[in-house]
């Protein structure tokens, strides 16, 4: 496995941190109202530490049998970290118990499921319904009219917290074109928004779509290979 220097990670994060920043200003976005996201999926323990210590404290991982080893050598109550990978219902009870945000949920049996593996005595998971936003069949993620249903039985349970929405757009280099589905979707939250369900949070951009997401209004941007360097 690859990895990048511990040096580098510190460079990395400081460079997608001042990218961040940019484009909060430039689109008039509160300053600090967009969070790093460290995907951290398939990189070693040393890589998240590095992160940690550069003070990245949000955490993605898409494998469970990845993500426990680290969950439980990483033990630091400052870290939050969030399941962004697709959820097989064997897979939730060790979800609902060791992760603080499950962001990839498209089906009401998956948050049920969640909700009551949920130990009631610590605070809600936080979570996200996963979009289709390209209308792509290869994707994950309900459709705009699903999500609104969805949003509605989700938002009665009580072990978990309906934070916002979530997507991963069809790839594309051209900037307006990568707008698009964003716009949608942060118009899709205000919609549920008007159905007296309150989401705070918009799951959207990544390394090659990031100044898109961010000009349409996400809030959490997940970057994996421009903090720890490509993948093997």
């Not at 097989?88 to 499950?102: L, M, P, Y």
């Amino acid at each position: 496995m690859n990895h990048a220097s511990k040096n580098t990670i510190a460079e990395n994060i400081k460079s997608i941190r001042s990218q961040v920043a940019a484009a909060e200003k430039k689109y008039g976005r509160q300053p600090g109202s967009v969070q790093l996201l460290a995907v951290s999926k398939t990189r070693p323990i040393e890589d998240v530490e590095a992160a940690f210590a550069e003070h990245q404290c949000h955490f993605g991982e898409n494998y469970l049998q990845d993500a426990l080893p680290k969950i439980a050598a990483i033990s630091d109550s400052a870290i939050t970290w969030h399941f962004i990978g697709p959820i097989q219902s064997n897979k939730t009870r060790q979800i609902a118990e060791n992760f603080d945000w499950v962001h990839g949920i498209e089906r009401l049996n998956i948050a049920q499921r969640l909700n009551e593996q949920r130990d009631p005595t610590i605070k809600p998971l936080n979570v996200c319904i996963q979009v289709n936003s390209s209308n792509e069949t290869s994707k994950s993620g309900v459709s705009f009219a699903e999500a609104i249903e969805l949003a509605k039985s989700i938002h009665l349970l009580p072990n978990l917290h309906l934070r916002g929405l979530m997507t991963i757009p069809a790839a594309t280099n051209d900037f307006e074109q990568q707008r698009q589905p964003f716009r949608l979707l942060r118009e899709l939250k205000d919609k549920i928004h008007s159905q007296g369900i309150k989401l705070d949070t918009l799951s959207m951009g990544m390394s090659n779509d990031m100044e898109a997401a961010i000009a349409e209004g996400s809030t959490l941007v997940r970057i994996g290979t421009a903090i720890f360097g490509q993948r093997n």
